[in-house]
């Protein structure tokens, strides 16, 4: 099974970029289809981005979209969020996730999770 680790999370400031990296361990890394969730104080943990195996299909939350870039690099066991135009509203945890399913855009779907990464967003 797959384990994850995030990094890149930090303070920003609004209308700055942040990039979160997740790497994965072991040879099936390209066997998972891979997701960003995030979870804000006091509120459920939320879908944000999700990228299939081979990396030719995105899917991402409305809030997010055309703010954030999802990719991964199988070869080197690491995905990517890429975000810009950051709002105090991104203010969360944001976890890696691996899925056995084709487009993981539910929690429930989720079979793996890394441990997150805390982003924080100034106004």
């Known amino acids: 099974q797959v384990q994850l680790v995030e990094s890149g999370g930090g303070l920003a400031q609004a209308g700055g970029s942040l990039r979160l990296s997740c790497a994965g361990s072991?040879?099936?890394?390209?066997?998972?289809?891979l997701a960003w969730f995030r979870q804000a104080p006091g509120k459920e943990r939320e879908f944000v981005a999700a990228?299939?195996?081979?990396?030719?299909?995105?899917s991402y939350a409305d809030s997010v979209k055309g703010r954030f870039t999802i990719s991964r690099d199988n070869a080197k066991s690491t995905m990517f969020l890429q975000m810009n135009s950051l709002k105090p509203e991104d203010t969360a945890i944001y976890y890696c996730?691996?899925?056995?399913?084709?487009?993981?855009?539910?929690?429930?779907?989720?079979?793996?999770w890394g441990q997150g990464t805390q982003v924080t967003v100034s106004s």
């Open positions: 996730a691996a899925s056995q399913r084709l487009l993981p855009t539910q929690v429930r779907y989720v079979g793996t």
């Open positions: 990228i299939v195996r081979n990396g030719d299909t995105t």
């Open positions: 072991g040879r099936s890394f390209s066997m998972y289809a």
